[in-house]
């Protein structure tokens, strides 16, 4: 490690400089094309679909052309207008002697010395006669059948591409290439990769048509400049000629209805060395950025993260994930060639860096392109959650399943869930068989290291691009016309639409949650903490709110905590949608009961529900016991606290855990108790209790939203001992429990029933959509 650190010393000193003398010409070659450049216009022309010619570059690749090309020339010949090319980049093993003799209706160019991929692809595009050009790599066997549906892909004249689905030859290799590429911006770099969704059965939005597979409109691609000398020998050349296509205005396409098989890097894999291919790639991905990124923020974050990227690798050693300071000398060398690119891909874009990149996902492609009513008979929502929905074991879970299960048989519901476990897919069921479609996620068991990130903890938590790309593909192939997102934390994936209207339900105000906490005892580091992910999650959290085109929370409570902070929500806030039960399924018991016991009912996941506990059987239940010695406390909920960590006697708790039934214990039990001290929002296992009949006590937290009138639906008390007095009444005064347990029934049907709450959302949804849309529809 020593000798690597001193020999990597130069680079590492001199990088810096490298860094900065890149982007500063970059800088001002944007700073001249904006003063004296000028945008190429072209008017976009559908191309000719009844004919294709097929190029396929070859160098040395006689025995590959003799294993392949039999299955390419069957393909074309149906038809006598088709045409294979083959463009042999200066060969050495007779390649273009054997294809002369034994492929005579194959047209061959022969080259005379080795231009590369890229050369020798551009090559044949110049010399192919059909408007529709197929490239196919040397080592690539096609389907008798796959060149209608690549044809059938250019519906109109904006479509630039569409690419083949990929199998291996082997069927036993991983497939790591299916044709499907996505790409994203990754914080000053690039990501790139293919999906394999063999639930896509359409044409579908991708990222790029992959150079050896796919098929291409000629006059697009030369327009274009094809495949830019800039990244040649190989690798990126297709990259950067797909996003160039997307900032041009047009569009890529991955048809999985056009088989090919690939035998992976046949040609290149054989003929240079892993590390030689690897330094060409880490190269390559610093100038495909140095061409393409002309936001001014973006190209600054990419300097920055690829000096660290690099620096990192001098310190921990080579990565294929990370940049390295040898990359950036290889790269630098090439400067002026990259800027002349950039001139050129600056005068041919016609959308930001930005857009290109959105364009790119099924959710965006759809919203962009798709036709949109502005007035749909029926509803298409796609209900995106963090949590499993069913069973509901939580609060939150309660008030999802009640939405969902009202939204399915009034629109068409689609959901996209986050799990804990894959098993939890299967328990869904009861919900699934009543939506469209249903699609689940397993979040991976892995620590999230936040330290020093701007977005909440809560949030970077949740952040997976495949949880990302599920979604967009729902959007994509299920035409979605609302996005409903459930908490904060799946707020990320709230996106910026045109079309598409976003609904937001904030279970809880995570920030105003956090805010509270800070008030209860604790440690100075962990008081630090929860202050840094306050602040944190207010900045997300007021920032996300302001893009959305609805936003649902608890109650009014929530509503004037948030107006407080942005008084422009006013107009698209509402806090009579969401939280409420499905009163129906509650049968109302006013008794009799146990006597002398209490209820707590919560998920101990959920950590205001622990504090509640604690705090309980802490400060509170010893006074109940000192008024009644047979009082018992009964705790319910998944994840409970052991039974040696509450300071209580054995015979005044019962910890019963999670129960199937939630039912049985709200009809059994004498007293419901809700002491809680910090969160925010509605706690729905008060409208539970209210539902049922079961008398209640409740901190004025824990009945914020619902109550502020103490005895009205529920006893209201803060102080311990004030909080057992108002239980022992209870049981001593059943007169008075039954009158109040009757009103708070009346209040939650009239106001808090699900039912009711879905159709006035659903008309929600509806206005919205019509202003979204407006004319544009």
Not at 714 to 726: I, T, V
Not at 728 to 741: E, G, I, N, R, T
Request: neutral net charge; charged residues 25%; contains cysteine.
């Amino acid at each position: 490690m020593i000798w690597r650190l001193l020999l990597g010393l130069p680079l590492a000193v001199l990088s810096p400089l490298l860094l900065l003398f890149s982007l500063v010409p970059l800088w001002l070659t944007d700073l001249v094309a904006a003063i004296f450049g000028r945008k190429d216009r072209y008017v976009d022309t559908r191309p000719d679909t009844s004919a294709a010619s097929v190029v396929i570059p070859n160098w040395n690749g006689r025995d590959l052309m003799e294993k392949y090309l039999p299955s390419v020339v069957t393909a074309m010949a149906g038809n006598p207008r088709n045409e294979v090319i083959v463009v042999d980049n200066g060969s050495q093993d007779g390649s273009a002697e054997y294809l002369k003799t034994n492929f005579p209706t194959v047209k061959v160019v022969a080259l005379p010395k080795n231009l590369g991929f890229g050369e020798g692809s551009n090559t044949g595009f110049r010399a192919a006669r059909n408007d529709i050009v197929v490239l196919l790599n040397s080592d690539m066997r096609v389907a008798p059948d796959f060149l209608q549906p690549l044809l059938d892909g250019f519906h109109d004249e904006h479509v630039f591409a569409v690419s083949c689905q990929i199998f291996f030859s082997d069927p036993n290799k991983k497939r790591e290439e299916t044709g499907l590429t996505q790409a994203w911006w990754d914080s000053g770099r690039i990501g790139v990769r293919h999906r394999l969704a063999d639930e896509i059965q359409q044409p579908f939005p991708c990222f790029y048509p992959g150079g050896g597979s796919s098929a291409f409109d000629r006059r697009k691609f030369l327009e274009l400049g094809g495949f830019d000398h800039l990244l040649a020998p190989f690798y990126l050349e297709d990259t950067d000629l797909g996003f160039g296509a997307w900032k041009r205005g047009w569009k890529v396409y991955y048809q999985p209805k056009s088989h090919v098989w690939h035998e992976h890097r046949g040609t290149i894999g054989r003929t240079h060395s892993r590390a030689y291919i690897n330094n060409i790639i880490q190269k390559n991905f610093l100038l495909f950025l140095w061409k393409n990124i002309h936001e001014p923020k973006k190209l600054l974050v990419h300097f920055f993260r690829t000096w660290a990227d690099a620096s990192v690798t001098y310190f921990a050693g080579p990565s294929p994930e990370r940049s390295s300071f040898a990359a950036v000398a290889r790269a630098f060398r090439q400067l002026p060639q990259a800027m002349r690119s950039r001139w050129r891909a600056r005068s041919l874009a016609n959308v930001t860096d930005t857009e290109a990149f959105h364009r790119t996902l099924g959710g965006y492609f759809h919203d962009r392109f798709s036709r949109h009513d502005r007035n749909p008979e029926q509803l298409r929502v796609l209900f995106v959650s963090p949590y499993p929905i069913y069973p509901p074991v939580h609060g939150g879970g309660v008030f999802m399943y009640g939405t969902a299960k009202a939204l399915a048989t009034r629109t068409d519901l689609h959901l996209a869930v986050i799990l804990d476990e894959p098993w939890q897919e299967e328990q869904h069921e009861p919900l699934t068989k009543l939506c469209r479609t249903a699609a689940f996620l397993a979040r991976p068991d892995q620590k999230v290291f936040t330290f020093g990130a701007l977005e909440p903890h809560a949030v970077l938590e949740f952040a997976s691009h495949d949880f990302e790309w599920l979604v967009h593909r729902s959007l994509y192939l299920n035409r979605i016309d609302v996005l409903q997102i459930e908490y904060t934390n799946m707020a990320q994936y709230a996106g910026d639409w045109k079309n598409i209207v976003v609904s937001h339900f904030e279970h809880d105000v995570y920030f105003q949650s956090i805010g509270r906490g800070l008030q209860q005892p604790g440690g100075t580091l962990r008081k630090a903490s929860a202050a840094f992910e306050y602040l944190r999650a207010m900045r997300f959290e007021l920032n996300i709110l302001a893009k959305v085109d609805l936003v649902q929370v608890c109650s009014r409570e929530n509503q004037d905590y948030l107006l407080s902070f942005r008084p422009q929500l006013k107009p698209k806030m509402d806090a009579t949608l969401r939280a409420g039960i499905d009163t129906t399924a509650y049968t109302y018991h006013p008794g009799p009961r146990d006597p002398f016991t209490m209820l707590f009912l919560g998920s101990f996941r959920h950590l205001p529900n622990a504090e509640a506990l604690d705090w309980f059987v802490k400060h509170v239940l010893p006074h109940v016991i000192a008024q009644c010695p047979q009082a018992k406390l009964v705790i319910i909920g998944s994840d409970p606290p052991p039974r040696h960590s509450l300071p209580i006697d054995d015979n005044n708790v019962e910890i019963r855990g999670f129960v199937e039934d939630i039912h049985e214990p709200f009809r059994r039990y004498g007293v419901f108790i809700c002491p809680i001290l910090t969160g925010s929002g509605v706690r729905v296992k008060l409208l539970e209790a209210f539902a049922s009949g079961i008398p209640c006590v409740s901190t004025r937290l824990g009945a914020e939203g619902l109550s502020t009138a103490d005895g009205e639906i529920c006893r209201l008390a803060d102080d311990p001992r004030e909080f057992a007095n108002q239980i022992v009444q209870l049981f001593q005064d059943p007169q008075s429990a039954a009158q109040m347990v009757e009103r708070a029934r009346r209040y939650v049907t009239e106001e808090r029933d699900i039912t009711r709450m879905t159709e006035r959302l659903i008309e929600a949804y509806k206005g919205a959509v019509r202003r979204k849309r407006g004319s544009k529809a």
